[in-house]
T-cell receptor, first 111, second 114 residues
């Protein structure tokens, strides 16, 4: 079983709609969580950190469910520019700071 | 703020030729450094990580090697490239356990082995 798993998608989303997807992790010692965005043929860039209480950044909302060991990302009022691959990243306390990446969820926002 | 320099951006190399990709970081000291590879349409595969000078850990057996001659320098090498070495190579810095920091990536090197 992979340490971090994501639905690869693609999630085809009409412009203006809401889309949400999850990322599950297997290591219960996971402590830090992040969402990254990767555009085609570019490096991943940090979208947002995920805090225990959940957090929001504009149209993006991230949540953490420790009991079920998953994090989620919700995008409201989708824009064409939101089309990208979204990667979740997990760091475990029992590691040296090793980043565990999911394979990514592709989101395609259509006009 | 941290900055990661990675070069070259694009590289086309023949099979059997050597490879050297360099990554340097600024704005931090004693960083954790990583080399990832991403095949077309695939996720990130961790190749090597380093927690300090001369300290290299390999995640998967392969045709590549890494070195960290200085605190802020991380080099990915190969003596003889294979076709399967083609991909998008990314250097990253971050992920310190104590501070639980996020990672920052260089702009990547797109390697095509022909």
């Amino acid at each position: 079983r992979k340490e971090v798993e994501q639905d690869p998608g693609p999630f085809n989303v009409p412009e203006g709609a809401t889309v949400a997807f999850n990322c599950t992790y297997s290591n219960s010692a996971s402590q830090s969580f992040f969402w990254y965005r990767q555009d085609c043929r570019k490096e991943p860039k940090l979208l947002m950190s995920v805090y225990s209480s959940g957090n929001e950044d504009g149209r993006f909302t991230a949540q953490l469910n420790r009991a079920s060991q998953y994090i989620s990302l919700l995008i409201r009022d989708s824009k064409l520019s939101d089309s990208a691959t979204y990667l979740c990243v997990v760091i475990a306390t029992d590691s040296w700071g090793k980043l565990q990446f999911g394979a990514g969820t592709q989101v395609v926002v259509t006009p | 703020s941290q900055t990661i320099h990675q070069w070259p951006a694009t590289l086309v190399q023949p099979v059997g030729s050597p490879l050297s990709l360099e990554c340097t970081v600024e704005g931090t000291s004693n960083p954790n450094l990583y080399w990832y590879r991403q095949a077309a349409g695939r996720g990130l595969q961790l190749l090597f990580y380093s927690v300090g000078i001369g300290q290299i850990s390999s995640e998967v057996p392969q045709n590549l090697s890494a070195s960290r001659p200085q605190d802020r320098q991380f080099i990915l090498s190969s003596k003889k490239l294979l076709l399967s070495d083609s991909g998008f190579y990314l250097c990253a810095q971050g992920g310190e356990r104590v501070r639980n920091t996020e990672a920052f990536f260089g702009q990547g090197t797109r390697l095509t082995v022909v």
